[in-house]
């Protein structure tokens, strides 16, 4: 498995940039936008693999994964 697999990828619409924005909780806030959805989680995934790969590169530690925390359960619960 890949680092980047331990790392939970959000894309949402924005009312506020009327565009989908992606983030990933931990490594970087949100760094990329646009009309497709899924093109902004391709360009996500790809800007977090440079992330860490930079990071690691640097000798500095990653943050704690966010992917298998029960991040979504603990989110729809909030949600209810």
Do not use: R
Not at 11 to 19: F, L
Not at 25 to 39: A, M
Not at 41 to 58: F, K, S
């Amino acid at each position: 498995m890949k680092e980047t697999a331990q790392y939970l990828k959000i894309v949402e619409w924005s009312e506020d940039d009327q565009c989908f924005v992606g983030q990933c909780p931990g490594i970087i806030g949100t760094c990329c936008h646009g009309d497709d959805e899924v093109q902004v989680y391709h360009e996500l995934c790809q800007i977090v693999d440079e992330w860490i790969e930079i990071m690691l590169h640097d000798g500095k530690i990653l943050p704690h994964p966010t992917v298998g925390s029960n991040l979504a359960t603990k989110l729809m619960a909030k949600a209810a």
